[in-house]
């Protein structure tokens, strides 16, 4: 018995027939009857290991650090 993981938040009846809300990443058991019913809502760990890809960005300073000057050089001849 594993275990699946939800990529997506979504609702739909359970066993009981009441309603039931299943979290995006949400761990439940591969057998529950949701996990059937809705396949293509779960991810295994390993597929989301696998799909998991962090990208770093450098990213822009908005202002000047202490000490560091910023000169900007508008061209000649236009009007601020």
Known sequence: MGI????????TA???GNA??????QAIP???PV????????RT?????SATVVEHHAVEQATA???ERRD???PRGRAR
Do not use: C, K, W
């Not at 760990?45 to 290991?49: G, L, N």
């Open 4 to 11: 699946v993981i939800a990529i997506e938040t979504f609702h």
């Open 14 to 16: 359970g066993r009981d």
């Open 20 to 25: 039931r809300t299943v979290y995006a990443g």
């Open 30 to 32: 591969d057998s529950d």
């Open 35 to 42: 996990v059937a019913a809705n396949r293509t809502s779960f």
């Open 45 to 49: 760990p390993e597929q989301m290991a």
């Open 65 to 67: 650090a202490p000490g």
């Open 72 to 74: 900007i050089r508008l």
